[in-house]
Nanobody, 115 residues
């Protein structure tokens, strides 16, 4: 089992910045992807950004140029630097990782962007 603990959510005004962090612990052997999904009220969960163990990244189109994902493989941590936040970024953000084809999720952290 892999456990994920997130931190860094909160309330920010439009145009502001937040940094989300996630630390993985437990039976870790080889985490392939680490990243972030988000889910806004009444909407489906969507991938925001993820990074493969080799460094390849994927970003949701609407966050490209504003959000930056980083990962420390030695510490099993992943971070999401979110700049120029918009009200439409408001959602619960979930850290996730994958190992041996199994996905693991954090409990979620609320990000609220006021206009």
């Amino acid at each position: 089992q892999v456990q994920l603990v997130e931190s860094g959510g909160g309330l920010v005004q439009a145009g502001g910045s937040l940094r989300l962090s996630c630390a993985a612990s437990g039976s870790i052997f080889s985490l392939t992807f680490m990243g972030w999904y988000r889910q806004a009220p009444g909407k489906q969960r969507e991938l925001v950004a993820d990074m493969a163990s080799g460094g390849d990244t994927n970003y949701l189109g609407s966050v490209k140029g504003r959000f930056t994902i980083s990962r420390d493989n030695a510490k099993n941590t992943v971070h999401l630097q979110m700049n120029s936040l918009k009200p439409e970024d408001t959602a619960v953000y979930y850290c996730y990782t994958r190992q041996f084809g199994i996905s693991y999720w954090g409990q979620g952290t609320q990000v609220t962007v006021s206009s």
